[in-house]
C-alpha cells in the first residue's frame, strides 16, 4: 500500500466554517495515526470571490487548531503549486491527454438551447440533464463547426454500466450510469471546471485517502468515473455527516448561526487543545462515556470507522464543560499571561502596567481562573472591577432592599475595613465575627455585600472581591450601595 496522503481542500471565499475546521481535524488525525502525509490545497479558481484575507483566515486557523500541513502553499513540497490557481499548465497537459483518449467530448450546444432543454424538462417535471446532444457528432461535424469559429465546452464521455463506491463512513453505494449527467469538465476557455480540477490534483498530488463532508456524494461518482476513464488509482473516499445547528435546527448555516465561523471561537480565546478535543467529538466517539482526551489520545484512538452517518448537533455547552475542564488544569502562569492580554486588549488596563496593576490583575486571574471557560472571558467576568459608576443586575440590586436593616450593615461593614487588608481567610472570619456580633445571619450578610462590591448576584469568592478592590474602593462602593438600601 502506498503512504498515506490525504487533503484538505478549502475556497477561500469567506471565513474558514467549523465544518471545514472538523474536516481538516479527521484528515490530520488519520495521517498522524498512519504516519501520513497531511496536504493543504486552496481551491481558488473562483477568482471574483477568492479573497487574500479569507486565504488569511485559513492559515490562521489551521495554526491556531495545531493543524499545520506537511505540505501546502506556505510549506511547499514536492508536488506544488498547492493553489489551484498556479496549476493551470498541469490541468492543460491532462486535458490534452483526456481529449486524446475520448474520456471527453466536444458540446457546441449554445445556452439558448441548453435553456429550451431546461424548460422542456421542467414541463415534463425531469430532472434537469444533458441529452447528450453532441455526443454523437462525427468528427466531420466537430471539424466543419470548428472552422466556422465555434468554440465548444468539453464534456464528460459517461459510459454505460454503474460504479460502486465502497464509502469508508456510509459503506457500499452503487450509482447506475444512466442517473449520471455528461457534465462540461472543461469550459470553452480551456479552464478545468471544479469536478476535473479535483480529480487531477488528488491524482498529481498522490491522494490516497479523501474525507470531506457528505455535500460531495454526489460529485464522488463522476469523480471516480474520471478517475478510471484516466487508468488512475482512485482513492478511498469517507463523506462526512453534516454539522447542525446548536438546537439541531437544519445544517449549520453561515447566515443563520455566529457558530459556525472558526473566527467565533478564536475570539472567545477556548483552550486550542480542548476546542480540538471537542471538534473531534462532533460526529465521531471513542466509546459511549470518554469526552476528555489529549490530542495524542485522540491520534492513537481516531477510527473512521466510528464516524456517524448521521448529522451532529453542535453542543456548545460541551465545548465550555471541556474548555473549562482544560483551563482549570492550566498554570497560573498561563492563565495569568490569558488575563493580562485580554483585559489589554479591552481597553480596561492599559500598557505598559505599573506594579498595582500588575497585581490587580494577577488577583483577578486567581480568583476567576476557575470560572473561566474561553480566555476572553475574562474581560465580562472581571468587568465589575473596573466599573465606575458600578452597573447593578436588577437580582443584586433587589438583595439590597430585601431585608430590614441592609443598609446599617453595609455602613457599618464598611466602617471595619482598612489598608492593608488580611488574607481572604481572616477577613471572612472576621466578616463572621462582625454578623455574630450582631445577631444576623451570615446569608443576609453576604448576599447584599456581594451585590455592594460587584452588582452581581454570582461570581468569584465574596473576600477575593474585596481583596481586589481594595478597602478604600470597597468602602466607597458599600456606602454607595447602602444609600440604594435606605
Not at 478564536?266 to 471513542?286: M, Q, T
Not at 456548545?316 to 483551563?327: E, W
Not at 498561563?334 to 506594579?355: N, Q, S
Request: aromatic share 8%.
Amino acid at each position: 500500500m502506498p503512504p498515506v496522503r490525504v487533503r484538505f481542500a478549502p475556497s477561500p471565499t469567506g471565513y474558514l466554517h467549523v465544518g471545514g475546521a472538523r474536516t481538516a481535524l479527521f484528515n490530520w488525525l488519520y495521517a498522524q495515526q498512519q504516519g501520513g502525509k497531511f496536504v493543504l490545497r486552496m481551491e481558488d479558481t473562483d477568482a471574483a470571490r477568492n479573497t487574500d484575507a479569507a486565504r488569511r483566515t485559513i492559515f490562521d486557523g489551521l495554526h491556531w487548531l495545531g493543524l499545520d500541513p506537511h505540505e501546502g502553499p506556505e510549506q511547499g513540497g514536492p508536488v506544488g503549486p498547492y493553489s489551484q490557481s498556479e496549476r493551470q499548465e498541469i490541468y492543460a497537459r491532462a486535458i490534452v491527454d483526456l481529449k486524446a483518449s475520448g474520456v471527453l467530448y466536444p458540446c457546441f450546444c449554445s445556452k439558448e438551447r441548453l435553456s429550451k432543454l431546461r424548460l422542456s424538462q421542467e414541463a415534463a417535471r425531469e430532472p434537469f440533464r444533458y441529452d447528450r446532444h453532441c455526443r454523437a457528432l462525427s468528427a466531420e461535424d466537430v471539424a466543419r463547426k470548428t472552422a466556422a469559429g465555434e468554440v465548444p465546452a468539453w464534456r464528460l464521455r459517461v459510459p454505460e454500466g454503474e460504479t460502486v463506491l465502497d464509502d469508508l463512513i456510509r459503506g457500499s453505494i452503487t450509482v447506475n450510469h444512466a442517473d449520471v449527467e455528461d457534465i462540461i469538465l472543461v469550459r470553452g476557455d480551456g479552464t478545468p471546471i471544479y469536478n476535473l480540477a479535483v480529480v487531477i490534483d488528488d491524482h498529481t498530488m498522490g491522494i490516497t485517502h479523501v474525507l470531506r463532508g457528505e455535500d460531495h456524494l454526489t460529485n464522488c461518482f463522476k469523480q471516480i468515473i474520471i478517475f478510471r476513464a484516466m487508468g488512475w488509482p482512485v482513492p478511498r473516499y469517507g463523506h462526512l455527516p453534516l454539522i447542525l445547528g446548536p438546537a439541531g435546527e437544519g445544517k449549520l448555516s453561515k447566515r443563520k448561526h455566529p457558530e459556525a465561523a472558526l473566527e467565533h471561537y478564536i475570539a472567545r480565546d477556548f483552550h486550542p487543545e480542548a476546542f480540538i478535543n471537542w471538534l473531534a467529538l462532533i460526529g465521531w466517539s471513542f466509546d459511549d462515556k470518554t469526552e476528555i482526551m489529549t490530542r495524542a489520545e485522540l491520534i492513537e484512538r481516531f477510527s473512521i470507522e466510528r464516524v456517524n452517518k448521521s448529522g451532529a448537533r453542535l453542543n456548545m455547552d460541551k465545548l465550555a464543560h471541556i474548555s473549562g475542564d482544560y483551563i482549570r488544569r492550566e498554570s497560573a502562569q498561563v492563565v495569568l499571561a490569558k488575563v493580562r492580554e485580554h483585559l489589554l486588549r479591552a481597553g480596561l488596563v492599559k500598557a505598559p502596567l505599573d506594579a498595582a496593576t500588575e497585581a490587580l490583575v494577577a488577583a483577578i486571574a486567581a480568583a476567576e481562573h476557575e470560572r473561566l471557560r474561553g480566555y476572553a472571558d475574562i474581560v465580562e467576568l472581571a468587568r465589575w472591577v473596573f466599573a465606575d459608576p458600578l452597573v447593578m443586575e436588577e437580582k443584586a440590586q433587589k438583595n439590597l432592599t430585601k431585608e430590614p436593616g441592609t443598609a446599617a450593615l453595609l455602613r457599618d461593614w464598611a466602617a471595619t475595613l482598612s489598608d492593608p487588608l488580611p488574607p481572604a481567610v481572616e477577613l471572612e472570619a472576621l466578616a463572621r465575627q462582625f454578623c455574630e456580633a450582631r445577631g444576623t445571619g451570615f446569608g443576609k450578610f453576604v448576599h447584599p455585600v456581594r451585590a455592594a462590591l460587584t452588582g452581581r448576584t454570582a461570581g468569584p469568592p465574596l473576600f477575593d472581591c474585596v481583596r481586589i478592590l481594595g478597602a478604600a474602593r470597597a468602602r466607597a462602593r458599600l456606602e454607595t450601595a447602602a444609600k440604594v438600601a435606605s
